[in-house]
T-cell receptor
Framework: QQQVKQSPQSLIVQKGGISIINCAYE??????FPWYQQFPGKGPALLIA?????SEKKEGRFTISFNKSAKQFSLHIMDSQPGDSATYFC??????????FGGGTRVLVKP | NAGVTQTPKFQVLKTGQSMTLQCAQD?????MSWYRQDPGMGLRLIHY???????DQGEVPNGYNVSRSTTEDFPLRLLSAAPSQTSVYFC?????????????FGEGSRLTVL
């Protein structure tokens, strides 16, 4: 079973709009929650990450919101640009550097 | 600055054949891992290593073998390929002490098993 569930599987947003991707986890032993961005033909790359004792983290146009009690976290992409078109993965880190990934969201930003 | 290098980028195998996917990193990372990526399932951990001579199983280890004789290299062996192993394989590395969950990924190896 998937320990990290991600939704939606895909979304289309107009340039300048907000993209929102949601994730839910079950294992309370996870100690860090990174988001990865992947372009076609490339490997995933770290975009932004948050600790479970922080409710929000912002880096530029990207914001993570974290709700520990609900075991949910989300990625908001503000002022979405065509260059943001990619697949986004949420993940949860267990002991060591073992990551459990969500199923991925393909984002298409239309100009 | 090469980072994580995977070879080959593409490979077609017949059922029952064996092969090795190569992974090398030049960042002196202690931790290395192999993931497979399938549509809708994200990336799933196959095997990982926390240092030379130490390996362990991840979520989907069956049908795969690994070894870690040096810090730099972490090859993944398919013992007898099956169509279910058709996937994109990613090698990733990091410092063991990393807290943020930052893995550095290679560009992937796309494997098709007929």
């Amino acid at each position: 079973q998937q320990q990290v569930k991600q939704s939606p599987q895909s979304l289309i947003v107009q340039k300048g709009g907000i993209s929102i991707i949601n994730c839910a986890y079950e294992n309370t032993a996870f100690d860090y929650f990174p988001w990865y961005q992947q372009f076609p033909g490339k490997g995933p790359a770290l975009l932004i990450a948050i600790r479970p004792d922080v409710s929000e983290k912002k880096e530029g146009r990207f914001t993570i919101s974290f709700n520990k009690s609900a075991k949910q976290f989300s990625l908001h992409i503000m002022d979405s640009q065509p260059g943001d078109s990619a697949t986004y993965f949420c993940a949860a880190k267990a002991a060591g550097n073992k990551l459990t990934f969500g199923g991925g969201t393909r984002v298409l930003v239309k100009p | 600055n090469a980072g994580v290098t995977q070879t080959p980028k593409f490979q077609v195998l017949k059922t029952g054949q064996s092969m090795t996917l190569q992974c090398a990193q030049d960042m002196n990372h202690e931790y290395m891992s192999w993931y497979r990526q399938d549509p809708g399932m994200g990336l799933r951990l196959i095997h990982y290593s926390v240092g030379a001579g130490i390996t362990d199983q991840g979520e989907v280890p069956n049908g795969y073998n690994v070894s870690r004789s040096t810090t730099e290299d972490f090859p993944l062996r398919l013992l007898s390929a099956a169509p279910s192993q058709t996937s994109v394989y990613f090698c990733a590395s990091s410092y063991s002490s990393g807290r943020t969950g930052e893995l550095f990924f290679g560009e992937g190896s796309r494997l098709t098993v007929l």
